[in-house]
């Protein structure tokens, strides 16, 4: 069953109905634009971190867009929007005030309760810091429920980093171990260069206690995953967060089938060891954006 936060036990019509919610604010960051939502009956969206909503701007259409904020935050929940057609344009040009539709929250998210008194290996590509930053806001909100806490994220370029007061506070906070680098650096660039591997190849990990969540073009999960079972991880405790194509977001229009898995539904979180041998999966070049 997918996890429906606080609809579970709701008729299953009720997943058709998109729910108003408000734009409360929005601020464009790098080439994204960050939006926050309030349900119109002000109650808690109900999710976990790396669960996704159907999000309809009326006249144009529906898409599956990742939360990217922690249910441990106010009752009020955010998205992070990369124009890439018809929809989301729509919505990177949305208007505080403006008032869009919700469905879900649906899909498999993070394992957090595996994760719980482990260690937290994140690793974000691009916009994959979307659904990361829920992940990475709810360890930081449960400190003492897990372990080390360790962030790589990378960006093409500086100007293209994501949630750039978030990053500046992980580096500079105790609690979490931050590894930021740019494939590409500029002029202003003091920091690292290079792909994700580099990082994770410089951290000593205790493959025994680390779950590790990888958001990222579907070129990066096969690198990843190379260098994390190089490292000695359990392919059972890698998790890939994974994006298809798809209408519904239920497991009804069957266009995100993956050898009989759902992304929508069985996903869009898999482990890797589920993943392994469908090359579509983890090899696929992300679509252009
Ligand atoms: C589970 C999930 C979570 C997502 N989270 C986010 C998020 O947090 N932020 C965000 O900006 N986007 C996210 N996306 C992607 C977003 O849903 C798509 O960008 C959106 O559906 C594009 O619709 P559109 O009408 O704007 O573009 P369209 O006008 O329909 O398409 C524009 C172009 O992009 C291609 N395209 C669009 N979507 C996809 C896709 N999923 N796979 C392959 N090609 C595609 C089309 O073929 C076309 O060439 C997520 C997708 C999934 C499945």
Not at 132 to 148: F, K, P, T
Not at 163 to 184: I, K, P, S
Request: a positive charge; glycine letters at 10%; charged letters at 25%.
């Amino acid at each position: 069953m997918p996890e429906t936060g606080k609809r579970a036990g709701v008729p299953a019509d009720w997943t058709y109905l998109p729910e108003p919610a408000r734009i409360v604010s929005i601020r464009r960051e790098a080439v994204d634009a960050v939006i926050e939502l309030e349900l119109a009956d002000r109650s808690a969206l109900g999710h976990k971190p790396g669960q996704f909503v159907q999000v309809s701007m009326f006249g144009f259409g529906e898409i599956p867009i990742s939360i990217c904020s922690s249910p441990t935050r106010t009752g009020r929940f955010k998205l992070c929007v990369r124009p890439a057609g018809h929809v989301s344009n729509a919505l990177y040009r949305a208007s505080e005030g403006d008032w869009v539709g919700i469905r879900g929250p649906f899909g498999r998210g993070f394992p957090i309760r595996t994760m719980r008194n482990r260690d937290v290996l994140a690793v974000a590509g691009g916009i994959g810091l979307a659904p990361l930053r829920s992940l990475i806001q709810y360890v930081r909100d449960n400190r003492e429920a897990y372990g080390r806490l360790v962030v790589v994220y990378g960006a093409r370029n500086p100007s293209l980093i994501l949630f750039r007061t978030d990053v500046e506070a992980w580096t500079r906070g105790e609690d979490v171990e931050m590894f930021l680098t740019v494939d590409e650096a500029d002029e202003s660039w003091t920091g690292r260069t290079g792909v994700v591997t580099g990082p994770l190849k410089e951290i000593d990990l205790s493959t025994r206690s680390t779950v590790a969540a990888v958001v990222g073009p579907p070129v990066m999960f096969r690198f990843v995953a190379a260098e994390l079972l190089a490292k000695g991880m359990n392919r059972r405790r890698i998790f890939f967060s994974l994006e298809r194509r798809f209408e519904c977001g239920i497991g009804k229009c069957g266009h995100c089938q993956l050898n009989g898995m759902y992304v929508c539904q069985d996903g869009p979180v898999f482990r890797y060891s589920d993943l392994e041998g469908f090359s579509e999966a983890v090899e696929a070049r992300a679509p252009e954006r």
